[in-house]
């Protein structure tokens, strides 16, 4: 039988929105006009991301979580939107993971203020890859897991050592990064490329990793980066997203370019977790078995989508909702 259903794995987080009038100079004030809380993090918002889109197929999440009201907080949410979470585990020493989210009511923009808690003890044995059952797994974000990008004395990471397990059971394994401002991206991404089928990376990760300058006003430059990541050993699709819109090399060589929805501005109230939308919207139709165009369709619509809210989710629509958006405000042409 084929397999079926998405497991996501990595950082859990409760963000805490704060919508602000805009951001201040050094030492000045800026007013906090309302603040939620929501998802953050990889799994947490894919995962809630395909319940909106409306998966009809298992969804589940894999990570570590204190034993505090925000740990309480995602496994109510987890229930209410029919992700399994018997793989969440509860740490006592240490809190849950948040982010404090600050999204300028004037520019959409926002920064994000970390506390990486239980995220940071997420180690190997958080895994149980021998009950996995899965059609595709993701793991994110690379650079933001403490455990996990450990270099052991072998090279490989911990990261790499589950994606390797996970791809031997006949699972498709996708990551994601996170945009650190380090110098650690070839030393902690580059041992996990061979075993990732699907990588999800921006313009400024893709050329931390790769040292290949990945400039959104030059395609020819996104695809020599997205080739020197496959040469990486990345083993089937690499989707490199940008502001604009996004492209996808396959190993075989095959180019897609899809502009971002022209979304109108008035519209749209926040940018966080249009990244992982971006990626729901692709997993899901990869989980489907859509075409790459109609996959990066349905991830552009979806980033859309998420856009009016300022939490990570809350906005995300329906999949046949979510393409339709492309025909009601048209694409980029990038």
């Known amino acids: 039988m084929e397999k079926s259903g998405i497991t996501a794995a990595g950082n859990w987080i409760v963000d805490k929105t704060k919508v602000i009038d805009d951001f201040p100079p050094q030492d000045g004030l ?10 953050g993090g990889s799994p947490y918002n894919i995962l809630k991301d395909l319940y909106q889109l409306g998966a009809e197929f298992p969804l589940q999440g894999i990570g570590t979580i204190g034993n505090d009201d925000a740990g309480q907080f995602i496994i109510e949410d987890c229930a209410r939107h029919a992700i399994d979470s018997q793989y969440l585990k509860t740490v ?40 996995l059952d899965c059609k595709i797994f993701h793991l994110g974000y690379l650079l933001l897991l403490d455990k996990l990008d450990q270099i052991d004395v072998d090279g490989k990471t911990g990261a790499s ?53 990945a400039d959104p006003t030059d395609l ?34 095959e180019r897609f370019v899809q502009g971002r929805i022209q979304y109108p501005k008035e519209l749209i109230k926040g940018a966080s977790g249009a990244g992982d939308a971006f990626a729901a919207g692709v997993l899901y139709g990869l989980h489907e078995g859509f075409s790459i165009e109609k996959c990066l369709q349905l991830g552009v619509g979806t980033a859309a989508s998420s856009l009016s809210e300022p939490t990570c989710s809350d906005s995300v629509l329906k999949a046949n909702e979510a393409l339709a958006l492309g025909e009601k405000y048209g694409y980029l042409n990038w």
């Open 30 to 39: 800026a007013n906090i006009l309302n603040e939620t809380a929501a998802n």
């Open 220 to 253: 020819e430059s996104m695809f020599a980066a997205s080739q020197a990541l496959l040469d990486a050993g990345v083993k089937e699709i690499v989707f490199l997203h940008a502001s604009d819109g996004a492209v996808a090399l396959t190993k075989s060589g």
């Open 92 to 131: 006592p020493e240490v809190g849950t993971s948040f982010t404090d989210v600050m999204t300028s009511k004037a520019t959409g923009r926002r920064t994000f203020f970390h506390y990486r808690g239980a995220n940071a003890v997420l180690d190997q044995d958080h895994f149980p890859v021998d009950l």
């Open 161 to 213: 050592k589950i994606l390797q397990a996970v791809q031997q059971k006949g699972i498709k394994t996708a990551v994601d990064i996170v945009s650190e401002n380090s110098d650690r991206f070839q030393q902690v991404v580059i041992p996990s490329l061979p075993f990732v089928d699907y990588l999800f990376v921006n313009e400024y990760e893709a050329s931390k990793i790769t040292g290949v300058n």
